[in-house]
């Protein structure tokens, strides 16, 4: 095929992290955008929540340009403590050493939801090539005048129940609470994972002190300790942080919400597909769900360059997006599942299955590296990143 003699043309429906995104890597790679959402730019920028980037998201922000002007706003940590609290076994993971008097590697990146937003709207504005239409509802009929439809409308996705596309799953007994919080006795550059009856607790450093929890429990539990007084949650949560941390202060309303696993047995129609969480859900154990969209976000992007240099048709690419990502993402929510059911378990033959296996893991380096790799990268293209990262 030769090179389209114009710019091919798409309809990115939603402008959260996973839709803008994906609009200014269509951009990129050569096409025409018009990114819609139905909220306003305040309000997109206002969401209180911040995430987890490994190193897959850190080479698609790379290659957008985007890492540099988020570098203010991120903060890096080099170590990864994860802890059994059932058997009080602890393994560490860290970022590879880069020689001497040199900080070591991150293992991944902590990121604040309206920085971030307040940098992807911006680079949106700047390009001549993207239409941005925020806080205006849309007729459905602009869609389809484009070559490709991105439906990037977050879980609840409505253009994706309209068009009535299967979306397997289940929502887990569990639910999740997130806060920023004050901390006093935590590194800066140290998160943790701990692994505790109820579920998975995250603490993840934004800097000056401050850390984002993400903790994971039964729907009631979440929304009792949401309601609690200030100095009761801080309390509560003090006395399931690693010995020496104290939390100090809210920073924000703590929230709950709902837990899902959820996959779309098919990611595309036609000339049509759904991107991130439109797509799949799944539980915040291990960080990966902002990851795992903007993996959706890379293979697009590649896939969107061979249709505008006439290599393939919309339709191929729709095509080829599902099949593509489909590997990675059922074996990264199958494996998260299977982590919280294992951790969640106080089955004594599960719990010692665990204990070998984490004392395992804490002895063998090489282990805790393809670990560390698994989660960073999925089953997803790796050639963005040549750096790669290892623990310790
Ligand atoms: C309350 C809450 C707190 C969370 N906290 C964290 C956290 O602390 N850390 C973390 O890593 N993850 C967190 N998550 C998960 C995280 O938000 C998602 O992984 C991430 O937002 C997915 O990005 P997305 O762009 O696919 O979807 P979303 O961010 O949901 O974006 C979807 C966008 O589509 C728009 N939209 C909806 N309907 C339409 C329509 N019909 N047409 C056009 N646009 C539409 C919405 O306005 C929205 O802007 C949280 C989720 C929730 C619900």
Redesign the pocket.
Known sequence: MAPLPNRPTAWV???????CLSALALVRAGWRVSL????SAAA?QSRS????LTHSSQALLQQLELWEPLAPHWQAFDRLELIDCSSSKQVSFRGPAQGQGQDPAAVGWILNHPPLMAVLLAACRQQPELELLLGQP?SGAEARQRDLTVI????R???RERLGLPFWGWRYQQACL?AQVQLEGNGEHTAWELFRAEGPLAVLPLGKGIA?V?WSAPLDRCEQRSALPEAAFLDALTAVLPAGIKALALQDQA?S?PLEWRLAPRLGQGQLLLC???GHRCH?VG?Q??NL?WRDVAVLAQEAAAVSQGQQSVRQLVRRYGRRRWPDLLATLVATDLLVRLFSNRQPLLQALRSLALELLGRCAPLRQGLLQLATYGLGPRSLDKKGVNPE
Request: charged share 10%; aromatic share 6%; with cysteine.
């Open positions: 429906s939603g402008a959260g992290p996973t839709g819609h959402d139905p909220a997109l929540r911040a995430y987890a849309a990037a409308e977050g879980g996705s409505p253009s997130t984002q993400v929230a919400f991130g969480e439109s915040p960080g769900g902002l969209c």
